[in-house]
């Protein structure tokens, strides 16, 4: 059974960093698309990023430029880096992985195309 557990959440002001790790058990890591979602209060769970097996990777138009999402094979772990954090970005943040073979990038940004989640982490932007 997979298992993903994030950290790395936190108080941070608007304008600084923040480096999320999700690390993950329980199946070969290095065959998954990773995903990293974010949902705020009151609104819905939306799309932040992701990366494909072969190191492609996606951004919502809100974060590009500023997140960057990246992986280590060898520890099984992925990482969301934060640069340039707004109080928009206050939010939890959930880590997701895809590991089905057949899966199409083109659907990356659906939550419903990953099967496995973490518990969220949560990241507080004061302004």
């Known amino acids: 059974q997979v298992r993903l557990v994030e950290s ?16 993950a058990s329980g199946r070969t890591f290095s ?37 960057t999402i990246s992986r280590d094979n060898d520890k099984n772990t992925v990482y969301l880096q934060m640069n340039s954090l707004k109080p928009d970005d206050t939010a939890v943040y959930y880590c997701a992985a895809d590991f089905r073979l057949g899966s199409s990038w083109s659907l990356r940004r659906s939550r419903w195309e ?3 989640w973490g518990q969220g982490t949560q990241v507080t932007v004061s302004s």
Request: hydrophobic fraction near 40%; include cysteine; charged fraction near 20%.
């Open 8 to 23: 790395g959440g936190g108080l941070v002001q608007a304008g600084g960093s923040l480096r999320l790790s999700c690390a």
């Open 114 to 116: 990953y099967g496995a």
């Open 31 to 67: 065959s998954a698309r990773m995903g990293w979602f974010r949902l705020a209060p009151g609104q819905e769970r939306e799309f932040v990023a992701a990366l494909s097996r072969s190191g492609t990777t996606d951004y919502a138009d809100s974060v590009k430029g500023r997140f």
